[in-house]
């Protein structure tokens, strides 16, 4: 896969993390998920369609509504084949700051697929990391 190849914006069709040898969908149908791909950056977004609005000034309790109905994160990557490791350099979750995520990429029938293992102990996010799939459709 060349970077060409990827160029464009992704719709997130499913996502699944095994943990433990335990699948679950992490895939929130109430939100709108897409990836952006350039020559050599990546960008996700991910919000509610019905966002809560601001008074002026936000409120505590504004700022943390509007927090929980958007994400997003991006950085540079790296893609050699279908090796492709994401080094995350902004993120509405610190945690994924500064860490780089290894993964394979595929594409058939039109779908990207994304996966590999899921550093959730490194993230603090686990006591044992995970496998994570994604599948995407070009929009």
């Not at 992490?26 to 350039?38: A, E, Q």
């Amino acid at each position: 896969m060349q970077p060409e190849d990827l160029m464009g914006e992704w719709r997130l069709l499913s996502a699944t993390l095994t943990v433990a040898g335990e699948a679950n969908s992490i895939l929130d149908p109430n939100r709108h998920f897409i990836k952006l791909f350039t020559a050599s950056h990546f960008a996700f977004f991910s919000r509610l369609p019905e966002r809560p609005r601001y008074t002026l000034p936000p409120s505590d309790s504004n700022l943390i509504a509007g927090g929980k109905s958007f994400d997003a994160g991006g950085g540079r990557y790296d893609l050699e084949g279908d090796n492709y490791i994401e080094h995350i350099d902004y993120c509405s979750f610190p945690n994924y700051e500064g860490i780089s995520i290894a993964f394979t990429l595929s594409f058939e029938n039109g779908v990207l697929t994304q996966q590999g293992t899921y550093p959730l102990v490194k993230l603090g996010l686990g006591e044992v990391d995970g496998y994570l799939v994604e599948t995407y459709e070009k929009i």
